[in-house]
């Protein structure tokens, strides 16, 4: 609308436009701020709009003006870790009823050797990344928003946690010789500690009574074996989230999966579980449906109503039981805890130990790989040949908009990237050396990697530069954008950026005609790696590509790929699809 400022006429209504600037739009997580007017009149759309302005000024200002977290913030933070990790262990020796073997205590403190080693070589380099997950639920425990963090207050937040952990875990190394009188050097650990200290001062003595001769130590140990397992796995999920250990979808998953055992099992002190109990659990898991815990028809009930109601269905009402790899990870959650508790002494054995689960699959059976002709099919749909609008991408039309869901399945099929992977691209990602343009996948700031194996360089296909994928690139850099895909929110128990894109993909190829079980966006790495293979390409050079680890004696011996093995592996992908009315000319 000529003259008339961040406005944009839909249809008849107007509409407030106006572009986050480059500095706040990871904080506010998008790139533009867009409402509806509500009014066809242009002299009430400019007023509303003013006022709009007026208040997104005020936002921006604001937020410049919102200063990271304060020392203070921090120490208090950094304390509740380090409390937390020596109060827990502090819990485990107090119930412990027998002394634990000197392997073990050697093992546990090689293993916080190697902790704070591995903190220490993070601080070095800047991976502030190894502390994603800790600092995360440090955060909520602490009651701060991070709706509005950006990379800085992330990386300063996660800073102060690898600092303390090299404290942390030597506190708990020392422990391990002997050594209970740890101190800590952290500035902001030591500042919590002395603040806490000084609270706690204890006031002028008072004669006191003698305590009853029948106290004794051993009863706090016993208060807590005899806590019921309600009350003790909430704690355990816990800490095994701010140590690290499971992320934030897998603690959710075991937190279902402890109230499924009692449910099944009762509520019960852990020592007072049997192996009987392990076994009858894994019986009544093995006859739920699939989607218990998804379908209205299970909502409200208990396990035993669940499988009466489940029993009743019959032909094509009656779904899927539950795959014995959901019930091997239940168990998997529950031996965990278990295990713990044997370490502790709190149980004598591991009663989910030794139970076996077969694959109800063969390994390369397990998820279909997009063959040549389901990716003619795939690429001949609106997406890529024309759709309507932004809105009815299903549609056929004349408008290919290159966003995320034109180019998400292009650059899996073409490099067997995860789809995380590709959805936390930054512009600075996509870089060139000896004149091979390739995506570096890493861990800075806040992206994630699968394992340490992810870690890798992976050439640009030569048919995603015809394609103009670097040219997509240096317009995100033109815009300042730091993100390839900047519209991709986090979403999901783990904040991943593809969450939201998983759903969207599958509904567009239910809309389009193309759903199968078993193929889905994880399918493009398959199709990558077959490929590769099939072309002839290495097996260790197509794990590296892919990220994964080489099995066997090879991988002693062999460490990496050089950028131009690389190149010609992926260079070898041929899908078989003529894409050349999608490629554009250089520039």
């Given at each position: 609308m000529g003259g008339l400022a961040n406005l944009v006429l839909r249809g008849r209504v107007f509409y407030f436009r106006r572009r986050v600037p480059a500095d706040l739009r990871e904080r506010l997580g998008r790139r533009e701020l867009v409402r509806s007017l509500g009014t066809?009149?242009?002299?009430?759309?400019?007023s509303n709009a003013c006022r709009l302005y007026l208040a997104s000024e005020g936002l921006f200002t604001g937020m410049r003006a919102m200063p990271m977290l304060t020392d203070t913030e921090l120490s208090r933070l950094v304390q509740d870790f380090y409390a937390s990790v020596l109060q827990g262990d502090d819990a485990?020796?107090?119930?412990?009823?027998?002394?634990?073997?000197s392997h073990l205590v050697a093992a546990k403190r090689d293993f916080y050797g190697k902790v704070a080693a591995r903190a220490r070589e993070a601080l070095a380099g800047d991976g502030f990344g190894e502390a994603r997950e800790i600092a995360a639920s440090l955060l909520r425990r602490q009651g701060i928003a991070t709706a509005t963090f950006g990379v800085a207050e992330w990386n300063q937040v996660r800073q102060a946690v690898l600092k303390a952990g090299i404290d942390v875990a030597e506190a708990m190394q020392a422990r391990c010789a002997g050594d209970f009188e740890h101190e800590p050097k952290d500035r902001r650990l030591k500042m919590a500690l002395a603040a806490l200290a000084s609270e706690s001062a204890p006031a002028p003595a008072v004669p006191a009574a003698a305590p009853p001769a029948s106290t004794s130590e051993p009863v706090a140990a016993e208060t807590a074996i005899s806590k019921p397992l309600s009350e003790l796995w909430p704690a355990f999920c816990e800490q095994q989230t701010v140590s690290g250990a499971w992320e934030g979808q897998t603690a959710s998953q075991a937190r279902a999966t402890f109230r499924l055992f009692i449910d099944v099992c009762g509520d019960k002190a852990t020592a007072a579980y049997t192996r009987t109990d392990a076994s009858r659990f894994r019986q009544q898991v093995e006859r739920l449906p699939a989607l218990y815990s998804k379908s209205p028809r299970y909502r409200g009930k208990s396990v035993a109503e669940i499988i009466a109601l489940y029993a009743e269905d019959?032909?094509?009402?009656?779904?899927?039981?539950?795959?014995?790899?959901?019930?091997?990870?239940?168990?998997?959650?529950l031996s965990t805890f278990w295990e713990a508790a044997e370490a502790g002494g709190e149980v004598g054995d591991n009663i989910f130990k030794g139970f076996r689960f077969g694959a109800a699959k063969k390994a390369t059976e397990q998820r279909q790989m997009w063959e040549k002709e389901d990716l003619a099919r795939l690429f001949a749909t609106p997406i890529w040949t024309g759709c309507l609008s932004e809105q009815r991408r299903k549609t056929a039309g004349s408008l290919i908009l290159r966003d995320e869901k034109f180019w998400l399945p292009l650059i899996a099929v073409f490099s067997g990237l995860r789809q995380e992977e590709i959805c936390q691209l930054h512009v600075a990602d996509v870089q060139q050396k000896?004149?091979?343009?390739?995506?570096?996948?890493?861990?800075?700031?806040a992206r994630k990697l699968?394992?340490?194996?992810?870690?890798r360089r992976v050439p640009v296909h030569a048919e995603l530069i015809r394609l103009g994928l670097l040219d997509e690139v240096a317009a995100r850099r033109r815009a300042g954008e730091l993100r390839l895909f900047p519209q991709l929110e986090g979403g999901g128990a783990d904040g991943r950026l593809g969450?939201?894109?998983?759903?969207?993909?599958?509904r567009y190829r239910q809309d389009v005609g193309l759903y199968q079980s078993g193929l889905d966006f994880h399918s493009f790495r398959h199709s990558a790696t077959t490929f590769m293979h099939e072309a002839g390409v290495h097996a260790t050079v197509v794990d590296h590509v892919t990220g994964h680890v080489t099995a066997g004696e090879t991988a002693r011996y062999t460490k990496r790929s050089s950028l131009q093995q690389m190149q010609q592996a992926i260079d070898a992908i041929a899908i078989d699809v003529d894409l050349s009315t999608l490629h554009r000319p250089p520039g």
């Open positions: 066809i009149d242009p002299r009430a759309a400019r485990v020796r107090l119930a412990r009823a027998q002394p634990l073997p019959t032909g094509t009402t009656r779904g899927k039981p539950l795959t014995p790899k959901t019930i091997k990870r239940h168990f998997s959650a000896e004149g091979i343009w390739f995506f570096d996948i890493n861990d800075k700031g699968k394992n340490r194996s992810a870690a969450h939201a894109y998983t759903k969207a993909f599958t």
